[in-house]
């Protein structure tokens, strides 16, 4: 298990550094001079810019300054944004935010997704499975900006049960709405995984051998079934913990969360190349580390995984 987790792990080193150059360009090369954005329509002097790139570094070639960059990056150094605060400051006041968002939505997907997928996958062809299908594919269908004016229109305005936005990110229970809205759509497809992988494995020799054993429904179900039928689930829950961090920017903006969206929604507007790069940093980070909790939920929940 150890040399798994170590090749794994080696394997993220490249990936890292390859995003990490590309977002890096990107940034930097795309959308323009950030520095004359900061005075509008406004004349501003040509030396008041100058000294400003001089004291940036932005005034150094574009190879130069990405080689600065990745060696400031390894010290926790994020650089500077356009008004004169830390990268690293903004991260560590959104991030958290976002983060209780994100595993909040995260909580409900799973816990609801899968328990849903699996009765509609143990009741196939009935109401119930009927029912979740159609359920499911409305969730999808619906944009996230369309759901989330329903759910405000439904339980704040109507029903009065929250506020219409969220007054204080750090309030766990005013997130309870954005989670849902920003766990809807993953929800909807766990739910159909979950309930696809169970009907078909359900069928499984190993299924009627469990059951011809005499073994309790509760084991047949939940050792046999379930743990089968997850690795599918497992692989699009790994991917879709990331997901939710960059697609909270559209339910950030609906509910008034000040985390990572809101911060970048508003650094890419302003052409914040440090800010934009920082965050997606972060944001690459928990991609990789979901993906080696997948990985290494694989190996546990089929063995013979880690010898491939």
Do not use: C
């Not at 000294?51 to 060696?71: C, M, N, S, V």
């Not at 390894?74 to 991030?95: H, N, Q, S, Y």
């Not at 965050?279 to 063995?303: C, G, N």
């Amino acid at each position: 298990m150890g040399r798994f987790v170590a090749r794994r792990l080696l394997q993220m080193i490249p990936v890292f550094l390859g995003t990490v150059t590309l977002i890096f360009f990107m940034v930097h090369v795309l959308p323009g001079d950030p520095v004359a954005a900061m005075w509008g329509d406004k004349a501003a002097d040509p030396a008041q810019i100058a000294a400003f790139k001089h004291e940036r570094g932005l005034d150094q070639p574009l190879i130069q300054q990405y080689f600065t960059y990745l060696g400031h990056l390894f010290t926790g150094d994020f650089g500077k944004a356009m008004d004169g605060r830390p990268v690293l400051d903004k991260i560590e006041a959104a991030f958290p935010v976002t983060m209780r968002l994100a595993m909040m939505a995260f909580a409900i997907e799973v816990v609801l997704g899968v328990t849903i997928g699996l009765f509609a996958g143990l009741r196939r062809g009935k109401t119930f499975d009927k029912s979740t299908l159609v359920l499911t594919l409305l969730l999808i269908s619906i944009p996230v900006p369309v759901l989330g004016f329903i759910f405000q229109n439904v339980f704040a305005i109507q029903l009065k049960w929250v506020t219409p936005t969220v007054q204080d990110s750090m309030d766990m229970s005013q997130l309870i709405l954005p989670a849902f809205v920003l766990g809807s759509l993953s929800l909807a497809y766990v739910a159909r995984l979950t309930r696809t992988s169970i009907a078909e494995n359900i069928k499984a020799d190993y299924m009627r051998t469990a059951v011809a054993k005499g073994l309790p429904k509760r084991k047949v179900i939940g050792t046999h079934l379930l743990r089968n039928s997850m690795i599918p689930v497992v692989t699009f829950l790994g991917t879709d913990l990331g997901a939710l961090m960059g697609g909270a920017i559209v339910t950030e903006g609906i509910f008034n969360v000040k985390g990572v969206g809101f911060e970048l929604y508003h650094a890419i507007n302003l052409k914040e190349g440090a800010t934009v790069s920082g965050f997606v940093v972060v944001l690459v980070l928990v991609y990789l580390a979901a993906s080696l909790i997948v990985d290494l939920l694989y190996a546990v929940l089929d063995p013979r995984i880690r010898y491939a």
